[in-house]
C-alpha cells in the first residue's frame, strides 16, 4: 500500500556549506569549512556530536598515526590535546586515547561553536531534492519540524551514505554475497580492579563455550578497555547479518545485544581475574555498525594502494590503520580469515597509503562530497580508514575542499587541487610529493 502526499517546506537555512552527520568525520568537515570562511550548517540526528564514540560507546581511539608521523593533523591534533587537558588523571593514566564520553562532547561542543557552525541536534536528513547532477535542497526532518536547507555544496558524513544514496548515488554494501562485518553493542563497566587483570580477555573462551556460557559462539573479543581508575569500556562480541542502512534490522540487532552483553557479564565475572566486581552500567544507545554502503566516486581506494602505499597526484592525506574486517558470519572459517588478514595487512613504522581527493568525490554529482566511512573504497580499505582518525582526515579534506568550491561556482570538481593541499598542509595534513 502506498499513498502519496504534497506538504510545503520552509527554507530554513542558506548556506555555503551543508554538513549532514556529526560524527568525527562531520566535525572536522564542518569545523574545516568555517575556519576557511564558509557558512555551514551542520545537523546532527542525536543529541550531541561525536557519532560511534559517544552513540555507541566505542571505547578508544584507534591510531592517530603511523608511528612516525601524526597523520589526523589539526581536527585530530586539537581532539587528542584538548581530551588530554581536560581529562582528569585517571584518564591519562590507564589509556591515553581512551575516550571519556563527556569530555569529548564538550570538546566538540566548543569546536563547533567558536568556529561559528550554526547547528541543530535531533535533526537529520530524510530526503534530497536533485536535478541534473545537482542537489538542491536537502530535507531535514527535526524535533517539531520538517524543514530544507539550501547549500552551494553538501557533505555526507552520515557514515551509511545516506544523503549520497537519497541523492540517487551509486554505492556498494558488503561482500561479494552482500554480507556485512557484524555489529557490536558496547557497554561501559564499572568495579574491575585493572591491576589483577591478565590478558587477552579472549583466553578462556572455550571454558566458556564448553559451560554453554554464550548462546552465540563467537570468538572475536576485543576485550574492555580501560577507561579510569575502575571503569572500562567493552567491544566485546558480535551480532550478525544486521543492516545499519534499515531501522528493522538495527532494532533486531539492539535487542540481541542486549541479551548478549548479560552473557559476557557472567563471562567476565566468573572466568576472568580482575572482573570478579565488574558489572555493566550502562549499554550503547546505537549499535556500533562497522560497515554499509561505500559511495561510488571518481576514485575507488582499493587494496592495491594499502600494499604499494600509494601516493596520489590528488592527495589530500595518509593514513595507517590495518585491514581490519571483521567476519560477517559466525564460523571457524571467517574469523580465520579475520585473524590472517588483520595480522598480514599491517604497516612498519613510518609506512602509510594516501587517500585521493577523488575518493571523496561522488559520481554523477557535483556538489556532494563524502566522507568518513561511506568514502569511495573497496571493502578492504573501507575497513581501514573507517575508524575514527581516519574520519578525521577524510572530513577536514572535504569540509576544505567544500568551502572552495562554494567561493567559486559550486562544482567540487571544478576546484583547483593545488591549493587544497596547501591549506591542508598548512593545517597539520601530511601529504606526499607526487612524482610522475
Request: hydrophobic content about 35%.
Amino acid at each position: 500500500m502506498f499513498i502519496q502526499y504534497e506538504k510545503k517546506l520552509s527554507v530554513k537555512y542558506d548556506v555555503d556549506v551543508f554538513v549532514a552527520g556529526g560524527g568525527p568525520a562531520g566535525v572536522a568537515a564542518a569545523y574545516s569549512a568555517a575556519k576557511c570562511g564558509a557558512r555551514v550548517f551542520l545537523a546532527e540526528t542525536y543529541g550531541a556530536f561525536g557519532g560511534a564514540a559517544v552513540h555507541s560507546l566505542i571505547p578508544a581511539f584507534m591510531q592517530f598515526g603511523d608511528g612516525v608521523n601524526f597523520l589526523a593533523g589539526n581536527v585530530g591534533t586539537y581532539v587528542r590535546n584538548y581530551l588530554r587537558e581536560k581529562s582528569p588523571e585517571e584518564y591519562k593514566k590507564y589509556c591515553p586515547d581512551s575516550i571519556p564520553v563527556e569530555v569529548l562532547k564538550l570538546c566538540y561542543d566548543e569546536m563547533l561553536t567558536n568556529a561559528g557552525v550554526q547547528f541543530e541536534f535531533f535533526s537529520s536528513v530524510s530526503d534530497v531534492l536533485a536535478k541534473d547532477g545537482s542537489i538542491e535542497y536537502a530535507v531535514c526532518t527535526a524535533k517539531g519540524e520538517s524543514y530544507a536547507v539550501k547549500a552551494k555544496v553538501y557533505i555526507d558524513c552520515t557514515g551509511d551514505g545516506d544523503m549520497a544514496a537519497l541523492s540517487g548515488a551509486e554505492f556498494s554494501k558488503g561482500d561479494e554475497n552482500g554480507d556485512m562485518m557484524a555489529a557490536t553493542l558496547c557497554a561501559l563497566w564499572n568495579n574491575i580492579e585493572w591491576k589483577d587483570v591478565v590478558r587477552p580477555d579472549s583466553r578462556r573462551l572455550d571454558d566458556a563455550f564448553a559451560d554453554k556460557v554464550f548462546s552465540n559462539e563467537d570468538r572475536h573479543l576485543p576485550g574492555i578497555w580501560p577507561i579510569s581508575t575502575t571503569t572500562g569500556g567493552s567491544n566485546a562480541g558480535h551480532i550478525y547479518d544486521i543492516d545499519g542502512t534499515t531501522a528493522q534490522s538495527l532494532t533486531r540487532g539492539m535487542i540481541e545485544g542486549r541479551k548478549q552483553l548479560l552473557e559476557y557479564r557472567r563471562y567476565y565475572k566468573e572466568y576472568l581475574s580482575g572482573y570478579e566486581k565488574s558489572e555493566p552500567i550502562i549499554s550503547a544507545t546505537q549499535i556500533g555498525i562497522r560497515e554499509t554502503r561505500r559511495i561510488t566516486g571518481d576514485y575507488v581506494l582499493c587494496v592495491d594502494d594499502f600494499l604499494s602505499r600509494a601516493v596520489f597526484e590528488d592527495e589530500i592525506g595518509r593514513y595507517a590503520y590495518p585491514i581490519d574486517i571483521h567476519s560477517g558470519k559466525n564460523t571457524t572459517a571467517g574469523y580465520n580469515e579475520y585473524a590472517k588478514k588483520f595480522a598480514e595487512l599491517r604497516y612498519q613504522k613510518g609506512e602509510s597509503y594516501g587517500i585521493p581527493y577523488r575518493s571523496l568525490l561522488v559520481k554523477n554529482l557535483d556538489n556532494l562530497l563524502t566522507a568518513g566511512r561511506c568514502i569511495s573504497a573497496d571493502r578492504s580499505m573501507q575497513a581501514s580508514v573507517r575508524v575514527m582518525p581516519g574520519c578525521f582526515i577524510t572530513g577536514q579534506a572535504a569540509g576544505t575542499a567544500a568551502a572552495l568550491a562554494a567561493k567559486q561556482n559550486g562544482k567540487t570538481r571544478d576546484i583547483n587541487i593545488a591549493e587544497l593541499q596547501a591549506i591542508l598542509r598548512e593545517n597539520g595534513a601530511v601529504i606526499s610529493e607526487y612524482k610522475k
